[in-house]
Structure formats: C-alpha cells, structure tokens
C-alpha cells in the first residue's frame, strides 16, 4: 500500500481558486506518475491531469488553461492549482499514484471535495 494523503479542497465560488496537495508518505520508489482525477454525482471518475516521473504532463481538455498539475520530487507530493473554477468543476477530486513493480500498480487517495458555486 501507499498511503497518500490529500487536502486543500473546499467551497469556493465561480472564478476563484484553489490548490489541492497529496503527499505519498513513507519511503517509495519506482513512482511512475502521480495525478488527479475527479467524480461529479452521478458522473464516471475522469481524468484531470497527470504527471509522469520524467515531467510530462497531461491534462484533460476541459481543464487546459485553468488547471496546473506540479510535483516536489523529494516530497513525492503532487500539487493541483485550480483557476478560474466553474459550477460544473464540482466534484470529488482523488490523488492517484502510479508505482512500477514488475508492472503498474495504481494507488488512490481518499478523496477531497471541491464543491464550486456560482
């Protein structure tokens, strides 16, 4: 298991920001990627943005422009700025974690909640 623990989210209104933080805790190697998706009510978990060990980056469409994923290597955390926030970005917002052993073994964070009102 890789314990990750999330937290910045929170209720903002339409335009403002907010930063959501994960840090993997405990000594891990072989992180391939680290990331976030999100779950609207009612809607699949959907992509957000990734970011591999070497730094690429890749973002869902909708979010280009608004959202910039980061990472602190020595901390193993991964960091989401969130712009310019719509109604429609209200969601549960998971840390995802990819570590390679002999494969690709995915780790999810608890969950934190942005709830965007207009």
């Known amino acids: 298991q890789v314990p990750l623990v999330e937290s910045g989210g929170g209720l903002v209104q339409a335009g403002e920001s907010l930063r959501l933080s994960c840090a993997a805790s405990?000594?891990?190697?072989?992180?391939?990627?680290m990331g976030w998706y999100r779950q609207a009510p009612g809607k699949q978990r959907e992509l957000v943005a990734t970011?591999?060990?070497?730094?690429?980056?890749n973002y869902a469409d909708s979010m280009k422009g608004r959202f910039t994923i980061s990472r602190d290597y020595a901390k193993n955390t991964v960091y989401l700025q969130m712009n310019s926030l719509k109604p429609e970005d209200t969601a549960v917002y998971y840390c995802?974690?990819?570590?390679?052993?002999?494969?690709?073994?995915?780790?999810w964070g608890q969950g934190t909640q942005v709830t965007v009102s207009s």
């Open positions: 995802n974690v990819v570590v390679w052993r002999g494969g690709p073994y995915n780790y």
């Open positions: 405990g000594s891990i190697f072989n992180i391939r990627a």
């Open positions: 970011i591999a060990s070497g730094g690429t980056t």
